[in-house]
């Protein structure tokens, strides 16, 4: 009864919605939450205290959300370019001797961005797709003494695998490699706690568990690691003040906002304050286990079918189903109906949020069963 509540929170859409691994839906309330703060602020003389204030308010849930303080993140637009305004940051990685290790399963554009930001004689090593990412054995086997920055993603979305961050972070701490963790398939539905897993940095944005919509990204820094970083794509917000206005005198940020750049947006972050403020308030872990148990359905349903992990310490909260040769049929069928899901190399992705009921995973059941029983067209 408690999750119907929280379901009206948000914008419907007709039928079933189980895309949150590419967008979370929106909270009814964020149209007024963003009249009230960005353009109440703009009608202003001078909007810019007030925008900045509302930045702010997006650090400090994200310092609520990751129990971090909120000086150690930094906006970003997305996360491709918040990991080439990292690994440019890293004196090590200009090296000749540079490895930089990470997984064929990785979001594609993170390749993209590292193959164009690093020079071209740091060696780029990918743990091939075949491996269990969920095993820390494979990472202590592949991170080895020569790598010099591990990017991980904690949640995979095109195999439903969680990583074992805390275990990695470690070996990687152990033998001197930088960890970059890529968390937007965790951030809203998978607990993260920066006080206890210490990376050197994170990155992520808001528009999918976080129901934040786009652009609201970030970047959070290891205090250990800030002081060695220089970031090359600075602009005045990077400064330590950036209303010095002189031309000759640039001087780092000394916190996690010498990352920064130039004029910020300010819509996104005000959008995302506030979800990120809801879910937070219900508790990640609350949020955690309604979208397991839902993914448990499931699993029952279609133990045959599933290719994601059955294990709830190894599974995102994507799963991962694979019909075979009743995949298209089913796939067509559940558009008919306005079931919402995708499909990726591995099968149908379905990404169950509190705004899901099991109702919604009973009726998903149905119509497959249903799509089964019907003649192949
Ligand atoms: C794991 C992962 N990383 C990164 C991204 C997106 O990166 P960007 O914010 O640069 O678009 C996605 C988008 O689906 C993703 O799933």
Same mark, same amino acid.
């Given at each position: 009864?408690?999750?119907?509540?929280?379901?009206?929170?948000?914008?419907?859409?007709?039928?079933?919605?189980?895309?949150?691994?590419?967008?979370?839906?929106? /909270?009814?309330?964020?149209?007024?939450?963003?009249?009230?703060?960005?353009?109440?602020?703009?009608?202003?003389?001078?909007?810019?205290?007030?925008?900045?204030?509302?930045?702010?308010?997006?650090?400090?849930?994200?310092?609520?959300?990751?129990?971090?303080?909120?000086?150690?993140?930094?906006?970003?637009?997305? /996360?491709?370019?918040?990991?080439?305004?990292?690994?440019?940051?890293?004196?090590?990685?200009?090296?000749?001797?540079?490895?930089?290790?990470?997984?064929?399963?990785?979001?594609?554009?993170?390749?993209?961005?590292?193959?164009?930001?690093?020079?071209?004689?740091?060696?780029?090593?990918?743990?091939?797709?075949?491996?269990?990412?969920?095993?820390?054995?494979?990472?202590?086997?592949?991170?080895?003494?020569?790598?010099?920055?591990?990017?991980?993603?904690?949640?995979?979305?095109?195999?439903?695998?969680?990583?074992?961050?805390?275990?990695?972070?470690? /070996?990687?701490?152990?033998?001197?490699?930088?960890?970059?963790?890529?968390?937007?398939?965790?951030?809203?539905?998978?607990?993260?706690?920066?006080?206890?897993?210490?990376?050197?940095?994170?990155?992520?944005?808001?528009?999918?568990?976080?129901?934040?919509?786009?652009?609201?990204?970030? /970047?959070?820094?290891?205090?250990?690691?800030?002081?060695?970083?220089?970031?090359?794509?600075?602009?005045?917000?990077?400064?330590?003040?950036?209303?010095?206005?002189?031309?000759?005198?640039?001087?780092?940020?000394?916190?996690?906002?010498?990352?920064?750049?130039?004029?910020?947006?300010?819509?996104?972050?005000?959008?995302?304050?506030?979800?990120?403020?809801?879910?937070?308030?219900?508790?990640?872990?609350?949020?955690?286990?309604?979208?397991?148990?839902?993914?448990?359905?499931?699993?029952?349903?279609?133990?045959?079918?599933?290719?994601?992990?059955?294990?709830?310490?190894?599974?995102?909260?994507?799963?991962?189903?694979?019909?075979?040769?009743?995949?298209?049929?089913?796939?067509?069928?559940?558009?008919?109906?306005?079931?919402?899901?995708?499909?990726?190399?591995?099968?149908?992705?379905?990404?169950?949020?509190?705004?899901?009921?099991?109702?919604?995973?009973?009726?998903?059941?149905?119509?497959?069963?249903?799509?089964?029983?019907?003649?192949?067209?």
């Amino acid at each position: 009864m408690k999750n119907k509540i929280y379901s009206a929170d948000f914008h419907p859409v007709e039928g079933i919605y189980l895309l949150s691994h590419a967008v979370g839906r929106p /909270l009814i309330s964020a149209e007024q939450w963003l009249s009230n703060t960005f353009f109440t602020a703009w009608k202003k003389a001078q909007p810019w205290s007030e925008w900045l204030a509302t930045i702010d308010a997006f650090r400090t849930s994200l310092g609520h959300l990751f129990n971090a303080p909120m000086t150690e993140f930094c906006p970003q637009t997305n /996360l491709s370019s918040a990991v080439v305004k990292v690994v440019m940051s890293i004196e090590a990685l200009q090296k000749p001797s540079a490895v930089v290790l990470l997984s064929e399963v990785d979001f594609p554009s993170m390749g993209f961005a590292l193959q164009h930001a690093l020079p071209s004689h740091c060696e780029l090593r990918f743990i091939p797709a075949d491996q269990d990412l969920t095993d820390a054995n494979v990472w202590d086997q592949y991170l080895t003494k020569d790598v010099t920055l591990t990017l991980i993603s904690h949640a995979y979305s095109n195999t439903g695998q969680l990583a074992p961050l805390s275990e990695i972070i470690r /070996l990687a701490n152990q033998r001197h490699i930088l960890s970059l963790v890529d968390n937007v398939q965790s951030a809203g539905i998978i607990p993260l706690d920066l006080s206890h897993t210490k990376p050197a940095f994170v990155i992520g944005s808001c528009v999918k568990w976080l129901c934040g919509g786009p652009g609201a990204g970030y /970047l959070w820094v290891n205090p250990d690691y800030l002081d060695s970083c220089e970031p090359k794509d600075v602009g005045w917000f990077s400064h330590q003040d950036p209303f010095e206005f002189d031309i000759h005198n640039f001087k780092f940020a000394n916190s996690s906002l010498k990352f920064w750049g130039g004029t910020p947006s300010v819509v996104p972050f005000a959008i995302a304050t506030q979800s990120i403020n809801y879910l937070h308030d219900i508790g990640i872990a609350k949020l955690h286990q309604h979208n397991q148990k839902l993914l448990d359905m499931l699993t029952q349903a279609f133990g045959d079918e599933c290719r994601s992990p059955a294990n709830t310490l190894s599974r995102s909260g994507t799963l991962i189903l694979n019909f075979g040769r009743q995949h298209q049929q089913i796939s067509r069928s559940l558009r008919a109906q306005h079931i919402t899901v995708d499909n990726r190399t591995m099968g149908m992705r379905i990404s169950p949020h509190i705004y899901n009921q099991p109702a919604d995973i009973t009726d998903f059941i149905d119509a497959v069963h249903r799509a089964t029983q019907q003649k192949f067209t």
